[in-house]
């Protein structure tokens, strides 16, 4: 039989066909082979030992959140605890878009900005959009669910950002854990251990548990300026420019013109100069 995994806690995985749930193993040929079965895997399965048998091709991976075959991935972004770090929402962006996912960012905790945080954050949501990268606030709830419609999607992000009780926004049903950070660490505890996707209208829509610290591929290094959509890559002077300091660049003149939010260009020197 054929199914798609849907969920995996440790070496059980639940493989999904026709409705109906098995709780399945890998066979150990899978760790010969160098590969792993991943939640949104499609797979063929023996539904009476229970065996996964093969792994069916894949559309696309992600290695942070581990999932496979999402047409879209949420980046979910707290604005306060934890604070707002444009530097990890743009390289979680870099990992996604060059993946080849399409990418959405949605925003927590706009209600604990006071007015003058509020004003700054409406403009950077502005930018984002204006690039073309959809931005939202997790209010948005309807608007969320339109756009994720008939897509396998992934919530990606910190701990204690608030995914899990994104996902219980849009179906209270689901009824996830979700937990306050901790006041002591200005962290998250971790709250959601395993990788689900879970039924959401016509969505599968996956929870994952954050992270504390994120990078980016050392393969994807190279291609870093074609995942920022506001860069005029030629338009600079030299082809394959790297737009650090070069004479010419056309990058940097949109930079100090103001077309380009510093953050984000900031963001972007930080990966390249690694
Ligand atoms: N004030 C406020 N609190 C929020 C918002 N969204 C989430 N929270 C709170 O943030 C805390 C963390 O939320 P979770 O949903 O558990 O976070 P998570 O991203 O699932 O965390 P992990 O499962 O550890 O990755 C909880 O106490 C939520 O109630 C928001 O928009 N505003
Ligand atoms: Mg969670
Ligand atoms: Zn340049």
């Known amino acids: 039989m ?6 995996q806690i440790s070496n059980l995985y639940t493989v999904e066909s026709n409705n109906i749930t098995y709780e399945c193993r890998a066979r150990g040929n899978f760790r010969v082979k160098g590969v792993t079965p991943l939640v949104g895997d499609w797979v063929r399965f023996d539904e009476k030992d229970k065996y996964i048998l093969e792994i069916l091709p894949r559309k696309n991976e992600l290695k942070r959140p581990v999932i496979a075959n999402v047409d879209c991935a949420i980046i979910v972004t707290s604005l306060k605890r934890p604070e707002f770090a ?7 962006l870099t990992n996604v878009i060059l993946n080849d996912i ?12 006071d007015d003058s945080e509020k004003e700054r954050i ?27 419609k008939d897509k396998v999607v992934v919530l990606s992000g910190q701990t204690g950002v608030g995914k899990s009780t994104l996902l ?3 179906d209270e049903s689901l009824n996830l854990a979700t937990n306050d950070i901790s006041e002591a660490l200005g962290r998250g505890k971790h709250t959601t251990r395993h990788v689900e996707l879970f039924h959401l209208d016509s969505s599968l829509i996956a929870d994952t548990p954050g992270f504390s610290a994120f990078d980016i591929q050392d393969e ?10 506001e860069f005029d890559n030629d338009g600079c002077k030299f ?10 660049c056309k990058v940097l003149e949109d930079l100090a013109n103001g077309k380009i939010l510093e953050s984000r260009y900031d963001s972007y020197k930080k990966m390249v100069m690694k």
Not at 2 to 7: A, C, K, M, P, Q
Not at 239 to 248: A, R, T, V
């Open 102 to 113: 399409e990418p959405l960012v949605v925003l927590t905790k706009f209600d604990l900005l």
């Open 168 to 170: 219980n926004m849009m």
């Open 220 to 229: 994807d290094r190279e291609n870093i300026r074609f995942a920022f959509p």
């Open 122 to 148: 409406v403009d950077i949501i502005r930018y984002y959009n204006h690039i073309g990268i959809k931005t939202l606030i997790n209010k948005e709830i309807p608007v969320l669910k339109e756009y994720i």
């Open 86 to 92: 444009p530097n990890l929402l743009d390289r979680m």
């Open 2 to 7: 054929e199914g798609r995994i849907i969920r």
């Open 239 to 248: 082809k394959d420019c790297k737009h650090i300091n070069e004479i010419g």
